[in-house]
C-alpha cells in the first residue's frame, strides 16, 4: 500500500508538472496584442521570429501564413469565426507588406539595389495592390480574408525574394 501511494503521489506530480507546462506555453502565445493597434506588430514579431530560426528558403516557406495561425488560436479568444479570421489575414497582410519595406530598405543601404531594383519594387507594389484587390472584389463575408491571404502570399514571396538579393 505504501508503494503504491509512494507511486500514485509521483504520478501526480508529474501530471502537475506537465500541466505547469502547458500553461507556460499558452501563456507565452498569450504575450502577442491582438488589438486594432498592436495586431500588425504582433503579426510582424512572428513573421520576422520565424523567418530569424530558418536559413534554408523551403523551411522558410512555414512562416508565411503563421501569424494568422496564432491570430486564429488567440484573437478573440480563440473563436474563429469568419470575422476573426479576416482580422488575422489583415494583419498579416499588412505585416508581410511592412516586411518588404524593411528588406527592400536594407537593400538600398547596401548599395546592392540597381535602379532596376527600385522600378522592380515600384511595379511589384502596384501589381501586388491591384491583383489582390481583383481577387476579392466581390461582396461576400470572406472578401477581406482573400484580400488579406493575397497580401500575405504576395508580400512573403517578395520578401523572400529581396532577401536573396541582400549581402550577408
Request: glycine share 6%; aromatic share 8%; hydrophobic share 40%.
Amino acid at each position: 500500500e505504501g508503494a503504491m501511494r509512494t507511486a500514485l503521489t509521483r504520478a501526480c506530480r508529474s501530471v502537475a508538472v506537465v500541466a505547469m507546462l502547458v500553461s507556460h506555453v499558452h501563456a507565452a502565445d498569450g504575450l502577442y496584442d491582438w488589438s486594432d493597434e498592436q495586431g500588425v506588430a504582433s503579426a510582424k514579431r512572428i513573421a520576422v521570429k520565424c523567418l530569424d530560426e530558418f536559413e534554408d528558403s523551403k523551411e522558410r516557406d512555414s512562416c508565411v501564413f503563421k501569424p494568422i495561425e496564432i491570430c486564429r488560436t488567440q484573437f478573440d479568444n480563440g473563436s474563429q469565426n469568419q470575422s476573426a479570421i479576416n482580422q488575422c489575414t489583415g494583419y498579416s497582410g499588412a505585416a508581410w507588406t511592412s516586411i518588404v519595406d524593411d528588406v527592400y530598405a536594407r537593400l538600398v543601404q547596401s548599395g546592392k539595389a540597381s535602379s532596376e531594383i527600385a522600378k522592380s519594387q515600384s511595379m511589384w507594389s502596384a501589381w501586388n495592390e491591384f491583383d489582390c484587390h481583383a481577387i476579392s472584389d466581390y461582396d461576400g463575408t470572406r472578401a477581406s480574408m482573400d484580400y488579406g491571404a493575397c497580401k500575405t502570399r504576395h508580400a512573403a514571396a517578395r520578401v523572400f525574394e529581396l532577401l536573396a538579393l541582400v549581402p550577408h
